[in-house]
């Protein structure tokens, strides 16, 4: 099986369009090389799917609303399922990643697999993220089973399906022995601030070529104008508004570099800008570029790739 290609591709809901893997095989390996270009940062998005990401070479932050990591090469995290997570290479970084629905590992959602062992960590809201270590014991088998797993995916040879199914399997199982006691112990919920946020970014996906006031973001949780700022800084540190105009640049970006032939005016239209100077201007700001150089530079990468 050949790697996916790494694209982010949200939709409404703040989902990501492209599939990981199939409907038969529900898991897309990914590799990428990333460097500190504002394009190659990887935005606050969540998926259904659990996501193991492991470093080869560099070091990457991601972050979740509740942690940073400093992954480093030779380490690996966990993100859980519907989790909100970005990504930055820290300057740059080589990295890995399997994206898995869980009824990879358990077939159904009523088999004992998932009753006993997976559906209680993707359930369990305190294990939202968790960095694994080479120097931490009990961790080193969860990095091993990762490598195996992307290894089969990598390769495609005979019988793949079934390496990464049991080496995610055991990922799983051994992930669900170390945390099963605090399990037992707290039964959490989701935090009110994550779910205010995810309310909120899903109406700033959906509604970002519009014109959005401050207002409409915190109407999207029901909440006031202040409350909404600071629960924007609590989770993600950013600002309703510099989160907007992030994301319209870098779906502009991404509008400039595909088929559809857009022009730098029409794009500008499309990510809900009022013209294409100022379009321009925010552009510039996020990525040291204009829009013209930056569909330029991304034309002759794709001519020459490395």
Not at 78 to 93: E, M, Q
Not at 251 to 279: I, K, R
Request: proline share 4%; hydrophobic share 35%.
């Amino acid at each position: 099986m050949a790697l996916q290609q790494c694209v982010l591709n949200l939709d409404s809901s703040g989902r990501e369009l492209s599939p990981h893997g199939t409907i038969d095989f529900p898991c897309a390996g990914y590799s990428y090389r990333c460097t500190s270009r504002a394009w190659d940062e990887i935005p606050w998005h969540y998926h259904e799917e659990l996501e193991i990401i492991y470093i080869e070479e560099g070091m990457m932050r991601v972050q979740i609303p509740s942690k940073v990591f400093e992954v480093k090469a030779g380490e690996a995290v966990f993100i859980n399922s519907g989790i909100l997570h970005r990504a930055t290479p820290d300057p740059d970084c080589e990295y890995h990643s399997l994206v898995f629905l869980d009824l990879l590992v358990t077939g159904s959602k009523n088999s004992v697999f998932a009753q006993k062992y997976v559906e209680p960590i993707v359930r369990y809201s305190l294990l939202d993220g968790c960095q694994l270590y080479r120097e931490t014991g009990w961790q080193v088998p969860l990095i091993d089973h990762f490598t195996e797993a992307f290894a089969a995916v990598s390769e495609g040879g005979f019988g793949y399906e079934l390496e990464v199914r049991a080496h995610l399997s055991t990922f799983c199982m051994l992930l669900y022995r170390q945390y099963k006691e605090e399990m037992d112990e707290n039964n959490s919920e989701v935090g009110q601030d994550e779910i205010r946020i995810r309310k909120m970014l899903d109406f700033v996906h959906e509604h970002y070529a519009e014109n959005i006031q401050l207002s409409r973001i915190a109407q999207a949780a029901d909440i006031g104008e202040r409350e909404c700022l600071r629960c924007f800084q609590r989770v993600i540190q950013i600002s309703p508004i510099q989160y907007l105009l992030k994301y319209r640049v870098m779906q502009g970006a991404s509008m400039l570099t595909s088929s559809s032939g857009l022009c730098v005016a029409e794009v500008s239209t499309l990510c809900g800008f009022d013209s294409p100077s100022n379009f321009s201007k925010v552009f510039k700001r996020f990525f040291a570029c204009t829009p013209k150089e930056y569909k330029r530079n991304m034309m002759k990468q794709q001519e020459n790739p490395a």
